[in-house]
């Protein structure tokens, strides 16, 4: 369900309502029932809530905004049922629907966890690494990640375990250092690095495909997203970037897990 349609919808039928009782229907109650007149109850509950309404879809539109974490392709860092908190305007303000943007801000930067609305199907939205930015040549060959010729730190854990969220033994945990931005990933040693890309998307014009993985040039207004469960997500290796316009804001807080409350906390 879309429901910024629908907080949109909802806001502008109570400011409807709330226009026409404040200039047409309480001049016309004061005038037949003098100063004692009340506003009918329906009224109270809807024109009553506008203001109400139109906080909330500003707050929601343009600082925060709350989602939950559908599936374990961000595990370890994120898990199925976690409730995380974006920042909305730290990459510039948009306007709800429209999706243009009226104020610019700081671009998205490596290592940013990133809300976005799917490319295949933006009525989705989906939540991922932020790897490439545009310009960058992103090599992923081998499960290892390069990034303009530099090879990105990954080391071994304590624990080689997959650990919290995982139910997989063979699945290894390992630190993943992106420009300095530490950060824990999955890998599944028993599949292969092999990608194949959905038919028809963009990223086969920009990108060279092998048995040991892909190799990109990122497109200007575009970036390049990894799930940290490198072996179970679907992202821009199989489906191509994500155009700036359909950025939707920073994950930075995982305000909420009611399975396990532990998790609360900033997301690395």
């Not at 369900?1 to 047409?24: E, F, P, Q, S």
């Not at 860092?77 to 610019?104: A, E, H, M, Q």
């Not at 080689?160 to 063979?170: Q, Y």
């Amino acid at each position: 369900m879309d429901y910024t349609l629908l907080i949109v919808a909802v806001t502008l039928a109570a400011g409807v309502l709330w226009g026409l009782d404040r200039w047409v229907w309480a001049p016309e109650r004061l005038a037949s029932l003098g100063p004692h007149a009340r506003r009918p109850r329906w009224l109270d509950y809807t024109a009553g809530l506008f203001p109400i309404l139109l906080l909330v879809l500003a707050f929601r539109s343009f600082v925060f905004e709350p989602f939950r974490i559908p599936s374990g392709s961000m595990m370890p860092t994120l898990v199925p049922g976690d409730f995380v908190l974006v920042n909305k305007f730290v990459y510039g303000l948009r306007l709800p629907l429209l999706n243009l943007k009226i104020v610019r801000a700081k671009e998205p930067a490596r290592g940013d966890v990133i809300v976005f609305r799917y490319p295949v199907n933006p009525r989705l939205d989906y939540i991922k690494r932020v790897v490439g930015v545009p310009g960058d040549e992103v090599v992923y060959l081998d499960k290892r990640l390069v990034i303009n010729g530099e090879r990105q730190p990954l080391s071994r854990l304590p624990s080689s375990r997959a650990g919290e969220g995982t139910k997989e033994s063979w699945q290894q945990l390992r630190l993943e250092n992106l420009d300095g931005r530490r950060h824990r990933i999955v890998l599944d040693p028993r599949l292969s690095p092999e990608v194949r890309p959905v038919p028809g998307m963009s990223a086969a014009q920009d990108c060279r495909y092998s048995r040991r993985g892909i190799v990109c040039r990122v497109p200007e207004g575009h970036y390049f997203v990894l799930g940290d469960n490198r072996d179970y997500s679907q992202d821009s290796r199989y489906w191509g970037f994500v155009p700036e316009k359909n950025i939707v804001g920073r994950a930075f807080l995982v305000w909420a897990n009611f399975s396990n409350m532990k998790r609360v906390g900033r997301i690395p």
